[in-house]
């Protein structure tokens, strides 16, 4: 070989040899996927009681459930771009996109997402005000928009699931991360949705039919305990994979996380389930309010558990 040839391989640069110590992702990701459940699950779940039920039965959803998902989508898109170390940088996902990559996808879906969801919150905020409608210049155009209302709705409806996924997919793609399977966290990433998106409802269903109020019981029954099965099966039967068991060894007996990751289990799956399953059949409307504080709370703590111990598995 020519010695004077150049070999542009043997140019590179070490400018990192030793994993970073400690947790990277921390509470500021653990409210973004929790505000994005929220902001996602309210419109597959008003979708849902939309289907079965007559939008009279149900006289404040058709403003209330894009504003709650509005709010809820604006504090994950504020969390995700303070974390970034560069924000400024966030533009080149929709100036320069680089479609094979999950951040990508997610951001442009997320971002119209929150767009359509912004203009049915608008619409149906004056169509239920309609003294604001007939004083206001602007409520009068958004009048015409009408039934754009009912167009975008199934759009919405589609690409609410796709946004509520795709952080599973993100951390999936973590190297040496075997706790954040893509099947199983992208089903937890649907049940979280059904979860919070029934308890967000719940606290604004006092002027529902009970049919409607019945329905959310029942929404809020099955998804927490499809998800607390989940997290049973792992944290039981994990066995055969030695890296998710040193990982969930912080959630065992005598780990850091015990106490959290329980507390998580009682406060969002267990005492839920079991309110909104009395519920289906007596209606307590106090009690499901209670089970839909929990819940909020039981999730948050439940996210932070499971994202917070695969980063505290030294990867040396």
């Known amino acids: 070989m020519d010695h004077g040839t150049v ?3 043997t140019k590179a640069v070490v400018t ?3 994993a970073l110590p400690g947790i990277i992702w921390g509470w500021m990701i653990t409210l ?3 505000a994005k459940s929220i902001g996602t699950g309210v419109i597959i779940v008003g979708a849902y009681l939309l289907y079965r039920h007559k939008k009279e039965d149900m006289p404040n959803l058709r403003w209330l459930m894009p504003l709650i998902s509005f709010v809820a989508l604006n504090v994950f898109l504020l969390f995700t771009l303070l974390d970034l170390h560069q924000p400024l940088r966030m533009v080149n996902i929709f100036f320069h996109p680089h479609w094979t990559s999950a951040i990508t996808v997610g951001a442009w879906m997320a971002t119209l997402f929150t767009a359509l969801i912004t203009i049915m919150a608008l619409i149906g905020f004056f169509d239920e005000f309609s003294d604001v409608r007939r004083n206001c210049a602007f409520a009068k155009k958004i009048r015409g928009m009408s039934g754009f209302y009912e167009k975008v709705f199934p759009f919405v409806v589609f690409l609410a699931f796709p946004v509520t996924m795709y952080t599973a997919i993100i951390m999936a793609e973590a190297s040496a991360r075997e706790l954040w399977a893509a099947p199983a966290e992208t ?3 649907i049940l979280a ?3 919070v998106g029934s308890a967000s409802l719940t606290l604004i269903a006092d002027k529902w039919s009970e049919g409607a109020r019945k329905d959310l019981a029942t929404v809020l029954a099955v998804s927490v305990l499809l998800s607390f099965l989940m997290y049973m099966a792992e944290y039981f039967f994990s066995f055969k994979a030695a890296e998710v068991e040193a990982t969930l060894e912080y959630v065992h007996t005598g780990g ?9 289990m009682v406060l969002g799956y267990i005492i839920p389930f079991f309110i909104a399953k009395g519920s289906m059949k007596v209606e307590n409307r106090t009690m499901m309010k209670f089970a839909a504080v929990t819940t909020l709370i039981g999730l948050y703590l439940a996210k932070s558990t499971w994202l917070e111990i695969p980063q505290m598995l030294p990867l040396s």
């Open 193 to 195: 949705a059904l979860m």
């Open 7 to 9: 070999i542009e391989a």
């Open 32 to 34: 973004n996927m929790w």
């Open 16 to 18: 990192l040899d030793v």
């Open 256 to 264: 850091s996380y015990h106490t959290q990751f329980w507390a998580a």
């Open 187 to 189: 089903i937890q990433m």
